[in-house]
């Protein structure tokens, strides 16, 4: 299996604008997690869903940030609009559930900077 | 609710020295699953290992080693003869089989350094 795929590895976009993350999870898992890493408050759980539907997303820090997952094999994490303290790294994950143990397998992460 | 800490916040250690990096959970379940994952330098998060609550046998794995004790809800993990390539953040976390299922908690994660 190729892992948890993310995309763009890197964004570097301007103040203001829409900013759009995305990932396939490993195929088979029912859990996929949204987090956000920053030196200041280090690895936090934005949002996560299982079986497509969103479970939790206390962890999402204002109404500028959205979450979908309209299949199995893809989300996508909004920011609109942007601004700089957005700047972060975003992690996607996906776990197969506690039938197989809840381990959660990370993607390569997507490194944002708002100017 | 469920807590991981992670007391030591930095570790430096030279080459070949044993480390320990330790972990404390707390849960009300009697179900849960314990984790280990390194991020090196370039970022990725790697799963390391996962145990849960029934069992307590310690597992070696190389030069890596975790204790698992419930008597004092602890789940360290040890690096011997650590290298320079174990340079990394490495965070504990817990995930419990009742309400939150699904759901982990990371600690704050333990900065080891080694150097050569």
């Known amino acids: 299996d190729a892992g948890v795929i993310q995309s763009p590895r890197h964004e570097v976009t301007e103040m203001g604008q829409e900013v759009t993350l995305r990932c396939k999870p490993i195929?088979?898992?029912?859990?996929l997690f949204w987090y956000r890493q920053t030196m200041m408050r280090g690895l936090e759980l934005l949002i996560y869903?299982?079986?497509?539907?969103?479970?939790?997303d206390s962890g999402m820090p204002e109404d500028r940030f959205s979450a979908k997952m309209p299949n199995a094999s893809f989300s996508t994490l909004k920011i609109q609009p942007s601004e700089p303290r957005d700047s972060a790294v975003y992690f996607c994950?996906?776990?197969?559930?506690?039938?197989?143990?809840?381990?959660?397998?990370f993607g390569p992460g997507t490194r944002l900077t708002v100017l | 609710a469920q807590k991981v800490t992670q007391a030591q916040t930095e570790i430096s250690v030279v080459e070949k020295e044993d480390v320990t990096l330790d972990c404390v959970y707390e849960?009300?379940?009697?179900?849960?699953?314990l984790f280990w994952y390194k991020q090196p330098p370039s970022g990725e998060l790697v799963f390391l290992i996962r145990?849960?609550?029934?069992?307590?046998q310690n597992e070696i794995s190389g030069r890596y080693s975790w204790n698992f004790q419930k008597s004092t809800s602890s789940f360290n993990f040890t690096i011997t003869a650590s290298q320079v390539v174990d340079s990394a953040v490495y965070f504990c976390?817990?995930?419990?089989?009742?309400?939150?299922?699904?759901?982990?908690?990371f600690g704050d994660g333990t900065t080891l350094t080694v150097k050569p």
């Open positions: 145990r849960n609550s029934f069992d307590e």
């Open positions: 976390a817990l995930s419990e089989a009742g309400t939150n299922a699904g759901k982990s908690t």
């Open positions: 195929s088979g898992h029912d859990y």
């Open positions: 869903f299982n079986n497509n539907v969103p479970i939790d």
């Open positions: 994950a996906s776990s197969p559930g506690l039938t197989q143990g809840d381990t959660q397998y």
């Open positions: 849960t009300r379940d009697t179900t849960y699953y």
